[in-house]
């Protein structure tokens, strides 16, 4: 989500990004795989031209070059260097930068190279306004969609609705002292309160989740298993009609991905109502 605001930023700015931070991910994607430095400048036609697409770098180059931007902004910081040679904007934890605001605008057209710390550098409008590119930018591999496509077909196959479950436990069972990490007989409860909603539909559901669970806990209810990895369901959920989980980025890029409604699920006594759109074609 951090990358694709910048991507909306730079587009707005006509100005090249560099986001070496993204090292974890990079191979996930062709568009970052043979990129060292994970750049986007699709927008201001010219090639990148120091990219080799026959060399993928090794996950220490990668780790070396973010670690050491990363010390060098520190450095920066810390001897009060923060005017040259680049621009630094660095958030401290729960500070927003607005990519359309006043500080942004004007480091932009200082002209200098910035150095962005932080993660809530976020511009809205502009995600919006320029979605289709990030989308192609981020778009997966042939054989991770050819993946996600046969479990789509399987889940599409003899109903009418698939809406997308993500189940997220593991670090959710610490995270703010467990408050969104909900058993399955919660969920359970959930799914069969969008069937009720929806009567005279068959509504499958394409459940997500990085641990192995027990079907005989959502008896009653039309089941498919997400395609398996983590990309792979993020990916398979924004294929699905709309989707329900925890408050995650996890099915918040699902969402804006695919452009698909979502259902964050606040606490053990949440109420689960399906879109309106979709329970107008139930009645329909």
């Keep these: 989500m951090l990358y694709a605001n910048l991507i909306a930023a730079a587009r707005h700015y006509g100005v090249e990004l560099r986001n070496p931070c993204f ?3 990079a191979n996930l994607f062709p568009s970052t795989r043979h990129d060292l430095w994970c750049r986007y400048d699709r927008h201001l036609n010219r090639s990148t031209s120091d990219i080799e697409p026959g060399q993928v770098p090794s996950p220490r180059r990668r780790g070396i070059l973010m670690n050491g931007i990363h010390a060098l902004t520190n450095a920066m910081n810390t001897v009060g260097l923060r005017h040259y040679p680049a621009k630094v904007i660095r958030l401290r934890s729960g500070q ?3 990519l359309e605001g006043d500080q ?3 480091a932009v057209d200082s002209g200098r190279t910035m150095l962005l710390q932080g993660w809530c550098f976020r511009g809205p409008r502009l995600l919006q306004q320029h979605w289709s590119q990030i989308r192609d930018f981020f778009a997966i591999s042939p054989s991770d969609q050819e993946a996600i496509g046969r479990t789509l077909d399987q889940a599409r196959r003899e109903s009418d ?4 479950v993500h189940i997220r436990r593991g670090d959710y069972a610490q995270f703010r002292g467990g408050r969104y990490c909900f058993d399955d007989h919660l969920y359970a409860q959930w799914m ?3 069937c009720e909603q929806l009567p005279g539909r068959k509504v499958q559901f394409l459940v ?9 806990n959502f008896s009653g209810l039309h089941i498919t298993r997400g395609p398996g990895s983590a990309l792979r369901d ?3 959920l924004a294929e699905t009609d709309w989707m329900m989980g925890p408050p995650s980025t996890f099915t918040t890029w699902a969402a804006y991905f695919g452009q698909k409604p979502r ?3 606040h606490s053990r006594e949440h109420t689960v109502v399906a879109p309106n759109d979709q329970a107008e074609q139930a009645v329909a």
């Design 23 to 25: 090292a974890e991910y």
């Design 96 to 98: 927003v930068c607005d």
């Design 104 to 106: 942004f605008r004007s």
């Design 161 to 164: 609705l698939v809406v997308g």
């Design 192 to 194: 069969h309160s969008v």
């Design 208 to 216: 997500c989740s990085h641990e192995q669970l027990n079907l005989k």
């Design 234 to 236: 993020m990916y398979a």
């Design 263 to 265: 259902v964050e699920l």
